[in-house]
Structure formats: structure tokens, C-alpha cells
């Protein structure tokens, strides 16, 4: 099936035979659904910290950044903003002049307090000799938005999120990746450093970078610290092969092989080679205003405490394993440990001898952490925390998709409407050892998990392979802990309306 030239083509992209010939069984077989015990709810997988509570592990975070440990801000910042402005481009082709939607209505109604509006007011008078108001009142609507989305304006609808301008202040006007820098320095610096890291797509990097220089040290300056900007891409050989519908290889007019992006689970691999104690995770889009900081500042405190919290726990545990010699109370001791406060449950591990337990606790102990904030569910699409069955009958805390949930199933989907809880990707994480030496992050990933969907590609049909995802199946094998964060830590901007939210004014 694969031909020499294939084979070329494969290993320059860093891929084995052997990965390309699984993925395509993949699409021949599909993925399993995930085995589900309940979903996550406080008091099942979800802890609620009280005021006390809230000041401990905030506290054990500062005394930790001052051990200079070195922690990483990690911003997945590859998407491009096009989808924000669909409904802008579905006006822009459209046989209609004047807006008619809602949201185009409400897009037009408040132009003035977009805070690119003043980029676009000079875009359009250099353009087209007008200003936005101007242009409005002659009807021609088009104008404007073509000035917003295209290369002789803004651009907009080819740049990535994070170098749009989403909110305003006195001074000027802030994009996502300036609002990332700030809170790298409000709660992620440690010695007079922050260390930020955005994966980007290859085409934007040099414009992330330029960003970076340009605003780096009125932000160093103003929080009186040291910025350290990395920025890492995607690696193709974490592209994943194209399937025709009946699960043969997709090939390109000139004959080659397909390969497309194989999803943010990719990311696992730049996550690796990222020298850190501890991680920050969080969507570049999801970001506020300085006046509404206050919230994440706290919440990403008390995550990253009650992280290192349970890591000192852990090492202190895995040291005890290490000098032998455990007593069946002191081996319950850890095994309580790893089934109330990392949920982490197996039955009938009472039947097991000392050496089976004390061999069972430490591979349970001995891999990463990580800390999820969830918050209340409101019916906003993507993943929700659950309690799931793992391939060795341990039942742990997951992060799923759902797609990774049988549909056929009315209890699972009972189960998944019913959530009460949602993922708005806030994670921090520990990825080194109690030995001070890093996981190696990819052995932890369930290979079981993954998403196949529908493209097309010239008018041809095709099927897509996404990895396991970096939050669901790439950290399966994590210890996870779920904490309720409040609804004003998550404000994503999904749509270019969205910045009209009274949380991005």
C-alpha cells in the first residue's frame, strides 16, 4: 500500500512506517468509547476549598516560588482568529448590503467599542478616504468589514488570535499574548523571571515574535521582573495521515500522501521539551482586563498550590516505598492517599501483599500531576470531568470529549448532559519526579484515545485523525485532581461579539 516514495515522504516528516500503517487501522476500527463510572461532581472528584483553605495553598505557592523553582506559562496559541469572524465573512460574501442577522446588527450597533476600532477607523480612511462612522452612514457596510478582515486593512481574518486587540486601556490597547504576559508576572514569576512559552503556527511565529520585542519591556518594566518569550511550533512528525472514505490512504493530486495537524494532543511533545517544575496551561483567548484579574490571579495561586501541596506528599510517599521495609498501616496510609486525595480507586487492593501493594502505589505515584480548575457547567460546548475505568481497572479522574462517550448509552449520556461541571482548560502541572528528573511525557498518553472527523479537501471527502487530545487522552495517565474555580475566571472569546461582553469592555 505505501510505496517507496511514500516511505521517503514519511521519513522526512520524522514518522515511522509504523505509525502511519497504525494510524490507518485506526480508521478502519475506530476508537473505543471511554468505560464511564459517574461524572465529576463536588464531593465525587471535585473539590470545593473554603476561605482557609484558599489562604494555606496560597500560601504554599508563594513559599514554593521562592525556592526557585523554575515554572513555565505554557499558552497554546496556534489558532487562527477566521472562525471568530464567520459570521462577519458570511456578511461579506453575502447578497445583502445592510446587516440583517442579529449579530450582525449587533457587531455594526456597537463598532465604537471594539478595541481595534481605532486601527480600523485609520485603516478605512487610508483605504477608502472615510472613516468607519462615515462609511456606515452611506450604508456601505462591506467596506468596513472588508477592511477589518483583509490584507489591505487589518488582516484580521488571517492572523491569529492572539495578536488581535481585545481590550482597551488608557495607555493603548491590549492583545491576548500582552495579557498573558501580564499574568506570567502576577502569578508565575519566581527569582525576578517569568518564562512564558506559546506554541505557534509556523506562518505567524515571526509576528509573535515582533509582538514580543515591541512590548516585552514596558511589561518588565511596569511588573519589575525579566521576561523569558519562548515560542515552539508543532512537529510534523506529530501530523497524522488522511484516509479515503473506505480507509485507504488519501493521496494529493501529484500523488503524494496527505498529512494534516494532528490536533492540540500533538502538543505533548512540545510540553516535554519544556524544562519546568511546574506548568501553567491556558487557552490564549481566554483572557480579561486588569480590573477583572483579581479572580485568576487568586484561583491560579490556589490550583498551583494544592499542586505542590499533593507533589510533597507524593515524594514524601515515594521515599518511604523507597527505604522498604513498610508496615501494612503505613502502606494503607499511602493507598488512602492515592484513593481520596488523587482519586485514584482499584478494587480489592486489600487482597494484595505488602509487595503487591507497595509495587501497585508507587507506579501510581511515580508519574505526573496535575491540578484542573473546572467551573460550573452553563452549557457552553467541549469536555466535562469524569470518573472513567482505565485500561488496568483503576478507575481515575479524566477530562473527556464527546465524543470519546458512547451516544447509544443513556446513562453515559445522562451522565454527560447532566454534568454539573466544565473543562475551561486551567491546568497546572508537575512533570519531573521525586528525583528531580522529567517524565517523559509521551509514555503517559492512552493510545486508545483519539478522534476521527469529516473533512474534505478539494471538493474530496476525506477522514482526519486527531491525537489523543492534550487535556483528554495525552495526559490519561496523569494523577489528576479536580478543583471548582468560579465562572469569572473563564471568559473565551469564540466570536469577534464575544469582545462585547461586559467582561472585555
Not at 467 to 475: H, R, S
Request: proline share 4%; hydrophobic share 35%.
Amino acid at each position: 500500500m505505501l510505496s517507496q516514495e511514500d516511505l521517503k515522504q514519511i521519513a522526512a516528516k520524522g514518522i515511522t512506517e509504523a505509525q502511519v500503517e497504525t494510524q490507518l487501522e485506526d480508521f478502519k476500527h475506530g476508537f473505543p468509547f471511554l468505560k464511564l463510572e459517574a461524572a465529576a461532581g463536588i464531593g465525587n472528584g471535585i473539590v470545593a476549598p473554603d476561605g482557609d483553605e484558599r489562604a494555606k495553598y496560597i500560601s504554599a505557592w508563594n513559599a514554593y516560588k521562592a525556592e526557585g523553582k523554575r515554572i513555565v506559562k505554557f499558552v497554546p496559541a496556534s489558532g487562527a482568529a477566521s472562525r471568530m469572524f464567520k459570521d462577519m465573512f458570511a456578511f461579506l460574501g453575502g447578497d445583502h448590503d445592510e446587516p440583517q442577522t442579529d449579530f450582525e446588527k449587533k457587531f455594526f450597533d456597537n463598532i465604537g467599542k471594539f478595541a481595534f476600532y481605532g486601527e480600523l477607523d485609520a485603516a478605512c480612511r487610508k483605504n477608502e478616504g472615510k472613516g468607519v462612522a462615515e462609511l456606515i452612514g452611506e450604508g456601505r457596510y462591506k467596506a468596513v468589514v472588508g477592511n477589518m478582515l483583509e490584507a489591505k486593512g487589518l488582516n484580521y481574518g488571517q492572523l491569529p488570535k492572539g495578536l488581535l486587540l481585545f481590550h482597551k486601556y488608557a495607555d493603548g490597547e491590549r492583545t491576548p499574548l500582552e495579557e498573558h504576559l501580564v499574568e506570567g508576572a502576577l502569578y508565575a514569576a519566581s527569582g525576578g523571571e517569568a518564562h512564558i512559552h506559546f506554541t505557534v503556527s509556523h506562518e505567524h511565529k515571526e509576528l509573535f515574535e515582533k509582538k514580543v520585542a515591541e512590548k516585552c519591556a514596558a511589561y518588565a518594566a511596569k511588573y519589575g521582573i525579566k521576561y523569558d518569550v519562548t515560542f515552539s511550533e508543532q512537529k510534523p512528525s506529530t501530523d497524522t495521515v488522511a484516509a479515503n472514505p473506505d480507509n485507504t490512504p488519501f493521496r494529493n493530486e501529484d500523488g503524494s500522501l496527505l498529512f494534516r495537524p494532528g490536533g492540540h494532543g500533538a502538543l505533548i511533545q512540545n510540553l516535554n521539551d519544556i524544562p519546568a517544575d511546574v506548568v501553567f496551561i491556558k487557552n490564549i483567548d481566554n483572557v480579561v482586563p486588569d480590573r477583572l484579574k483579581d479572580d485568576t490571579v487568586t484561583y491560579k495561586q490556589l490550583l498551583a498550590g494544592m499542586l505542590v501541596t499533593l507533589q510533597a506528599k507524593a515524594f514524601g510517599y515515594l521515599r518511604q516505598l523507597d527505604n522498604g521495609g513498610c508496615t501494612r498501616g503505613q502502606l494503607d496510609e499511602i493507598a488512602n492517599f492515592v484513593q481520596h486525595d488523587l482519586c485514584c480507586r482499584k478494587d480489592g487492593i486489600e487482597t494484595l501483599s505488602d509487595d503487591e501493594l507497595a509495587a501497585y502505589l508507587r507506579g501510581k505515584l511515580n508519574r505526573p500531576m496535575r491540578v484542573c480548575g473546572v467551573v460550573k457547567n452553563v452549557g457552553e460546548p467541549g469536555g466535562g470531568p469524569f470518573l472513567t475505568y482505565n485500561q488496568d481497572g483503576t478507575v481515575s479522574l479524566q477530562i473527556l470529549e464527546s465524543s470519546q462517550i458512547d451516544k447509544s448509552n443513556s446513562e453515559y449520556m445522562k451522565m454527560f448532559t447532566e454534568g454539573t461541571h466544565f473543562n475551561p482548560v486551567d491546568l497546572v502541572c508537575a512533570i519531573k519526579d521525586y528525583k528531580g528528573q522529567p517524565f517523559n511525557l509521551p509514555d503517559y498518553v492512552d493510545k486508545t484515545t483519539g478522534f476521527i472527523s469529516s473533512k474534505s479537501k478539494n471538493g474530496r471527502e476525506l477522514k482526519a485523525l486527531e491525537l489523543p487530545g492534550l487535556w483528554n487522552g495525552a495526559m490519561s495517565n496523569w494523577n489528576t485532581v479536580f478543583v471548582e474555580v468560579p465562572l469569572s475566571t473563564f471568559n473565551p472569546v469564540k466570536t469577534v461579539n464575544d469582545l462585547l461582553r461586559e467582561q472585555h469592555q
